[in-house]
């Protein structure tokens, strides 16, 4: 079987960090077409920069890395440097990279590749604010047609929120951009931190990634150890929650999840809840089912999944 054609949306944060490891050791599944960048996590001079640092350290200056957009559509660019530090992947060193940032920007990479593809070809994974993914799709219309799906992290419904009382980060950063996708009448998958909450980091699972003994596996550890403190601190938890690496282990090994198809909309009006996904769960409206909702997820599996794509560098 062929790869699958993804373009790879992210902020990178150490969780998209994880995200890019588990993607580009994992050709035979994926042909990622090329990586696009935002400000999210932490403003876009260091996402493109961090998402080439990831590159470099996983084998592939080859990866083509886009800058996208800089700040939300309508709300000022809030950011992360609380969780992930001032660099966004605090727990390594951090250089400028040998590889070239392409010239092009991200929205246009975007759609250039979907123009080129065939019916439902690609899909498109943003594991931040979604931005980049709306802007495309506000210019160029026509590329709904060639998205197969898009799998994202983002949302919450039972968890509430991590960022306001009831809406997660990445949504919260730009919740018209959000709006737009969800409306944008493609097939979503959405790993909401419903699911992401359940896949934490722990002592031993950190130790796994560490006797790895590899480059690669030491500074996945390395910003993993420093990523789990603001989490273990917030909640009390074992450890840090791998977000966005969520959607890669989806699209590998989709039966490690379990999602409901249902109706999500984004609330882009109220000062109190803006950003808040409205999931009807329980089909009470006759909204249209726009989106499979992850539920669970098989943890160890999940872990499994990852060391050994980490073990493969």
């Not at 506000?138 to 306001?164: H, Q, T």
């Not at 000062?271 to 769960?281: N, R």
Request: hydrophobic share 45%.
């Amino acid at each position: 079987m062929a790869a699958l054609p993804i373009i790879m949306d992210c902020d990178p944060g150490q969780d998209d960090a994880l995200a890019l490891l588990l993607a580009l050791a994992s050709p035979d599944e994926l042909d990622v077409r090329g990586i696009t960048t935002l400000s999210g996590n932490v403003p876009l001079s260091l996402t493109q920069r961090n998402a080439r640092i990831i590159c470099e350290l996983a084998g592939r200056p080859d990866m083509k890395v886009f800058a996208g957009c800089d700040r939300p559509m309508v709300n000022d660019l809030i950011t992360a440097e609380v969780v992930h530090g001032g660099t966004g992947i605090n727990g390594i060193d951090v250089y400028e990279p040998a590889m070239p940032l392409q010239e092009q920007h991200g929205v246009d990479f975007i759609i250039e590749t979907c123009m080129a593809a065939g019916a439902h070809e690609i899909t498109l994974v943003p594991t931040g604010p979604l931005t980049n993914i709306a802007m495309a799709l506000v210019k160029e219309p026509r590329i709904v047609e060639k998205i197969d799906r898009i799998v994202l992290m983002g949302g919450a419904m039972r968890e509430g929120g991590n960022f306001s009382a009831s809406a997660e980060f990445n949504i919260l950063v730009d919740p018209h951009a959000a709006h737009v996708v969800f409306k944008c009448g493609r097939p979503i998958v959405a790993m909401s931190l419903d699911v992401t909450h359940q896949v934490l980091t722990n002592a031993e699972r950190l130790a796994r990634i560490k006797a790895l003994g590899t480059p690669v596996a030491t500074a996945a550890h390395d910003m993993l150890a420093f990523f789990e403190r603001f989490d273990v601190a917030k909640y009390g938890s074992v450890g840090a929650p791998l977000h966005d690496p969520c959607t890669i282990a989806y699209l590998l090994k989709p039966d490690l999840f379990e999602t409901k198809l249902c109706n999500v909309e984004v609330d882009i009006h109220s000062p109190l809840t803006q950003g808040h996904t409205a999931v009807d769960f329980w089909h009470i409206t006759d909204r249209p089912k726009n989106c499979h909702w992850a539920t669970h997820v098989d943890v160890e599996g999940f872990y499994d999944l990852l060391i050994e794509r980490l073990g493969r560098y």
